[in-house]
C-alpha cells in the first residue's frame, strides 16, 4: 500500500541534543513538507519541498534543517537551537506544489519530548 | 494578514446532526480543504471547495460561501467513531493556511 511513513512515532531529546525526524513516502509525489502541531494551534508549516534538491523555509523555520536528497524522503533535524521542541511533527505529500488543490497525504506524526 | 476561526469544541449526540463552521481572512483565496484528524494521528482528507455551495459525500458534506469568507462541515447520523478534530485549510496566494481545528465529542 502506498503512504508515508514517519518515525520513530515518539523521539526524546536531551538539552543541547540534534535530533533527526525520518520522513519516507511511496506515492511518488513530487512535494514533500513538514509540520509543526502544537495543542490550540493549527498546524505550522516549517519546511517544504518541491522537487529534490530543493526545499523552502515556511514560517517557523528557526532551529529546524531539512534535506531532500531522494524524492522518497525528506528528513527533518531538530537542532539544540530550536529552543521549545516538544510537539507533534507531521511529514506531509502532495502530486502538486504548496498551493496545490490536491490534498496533502499524511504521517502518522512523531511524537518529540525534551528529557 | 491571515486569519482562520474555528469553534475550539463541540458536542453532539450519536445518531444527531453537527455542523463544524469555518470563517477565514486571507490574502488571496484558491479553495478549501477539510480534514478529519483522530487524537494522535495523522489527518486525513474530507472534502475540498473551491466554487460556492454544497458538496455532499455520503455523511459529510460541506459549503462554501466566498463572498462571506465561510465554510462548513456538515456531518449526518453521528457515529462514536466521528469523535475527533475537524480541521479547515485555505489555500491562498502562497501557501496552505491551517485553522486551529474543532475537537468533537460524541455521546451516547
Known amino acids: 500500500d502506498g503512504g508515508i511513513t514517519q518515525s520513530p512515532k515518539y523521539l526524546f531529546r536531551k538539552e543541547g541534543q540534534n535530533v533527526t525526524l525520518s520522513c519516507e513516502q511511496n506515492?511518488?509525489?513530487?512535494?514533500m513538507y513538514w509540520y509543526r502541531q502544537d495543542p490550540g494551534q493549527g498546524l505550522r508549516l516549517i519546511y517544504y519541498?518541491?522537487?529534490?534538491?530543493?526545499?523552502q523555509k515556511g514560517d517557523i523555520a528557526e532551529g529546524y534543517s531539512v534535506s531532500r536528497e531522494k524524492k522518497e524522503s525528506f528528513p527533518l533535524t531538530v537542532t539544540s537551537a530550536q529552543k521549545n521542541p516538544t510537539a507533534f511533527y507531521l511529514c506531509?505529500?502532495?502530486?502538486?506544489?504548496?498551493?496545490?488543490?490536491?490534498?496533502?497525504?499524511f504521517g502518522d506524526g512523531t511524537r518529540l519530548s525534551i528529557l | 494578514g491571515q486569519n482562520i476561526d474555528q469553534p475550539t469544541e463541540m458536542t453532539a449526540t450519536e445518531g444527531a446532526i453537527v455542523q463544524i463552521n469555518c470563517t477565514y481572512q486571507?490574502?488571496?483565496?484558491?479553495?478549501l480543504f477539510w480534514y478529519q484528524q483522530h487524537a494522535g494521528e495523522a489527518p486525513t482528507f474530507l472534502s475540498y471547495?473551491?466554487l460556492d455551495g454544497l458538496e455532499e459525500k455520503g455523511r459529510f458534506s460541506s459549503f462554501l460561501s466566498r463572498s462571506k469568507g465561510y465554510s462548513y462541515l456538515l456531518l449526518k447520523e453521528l457515529q462514536m467513531k466521528d469523535s475527533a478534530s475537524y480541521l479547515c485549510?485555505?489555500?491562498?496566494?502562497?501557501?496552505?493556511?491551517w485553522g486551529a481545528g474543532t475537537k468533537l465529542i460524541i455521546k451516547p
Open positions: 506531509a505529500s502532495s502530486p502538486g506544489g504548496v498551493v496545490s488543490n490536491q490534498p496533502q497525504h
Open positions: 506515492l511518488n509525489h513530487d512535494a
Open positions: 519541498s518541491q522537487i529534490v534538491n530543493d526545499f
Open positions: 471547495n473551491v
Open positions: 485549510a485555505v489555500r491562498g496566494n502562497y501557501q496552505l493556511i
Open positions: 486571507t490574502s488571496g483565496f484558491n479553495g
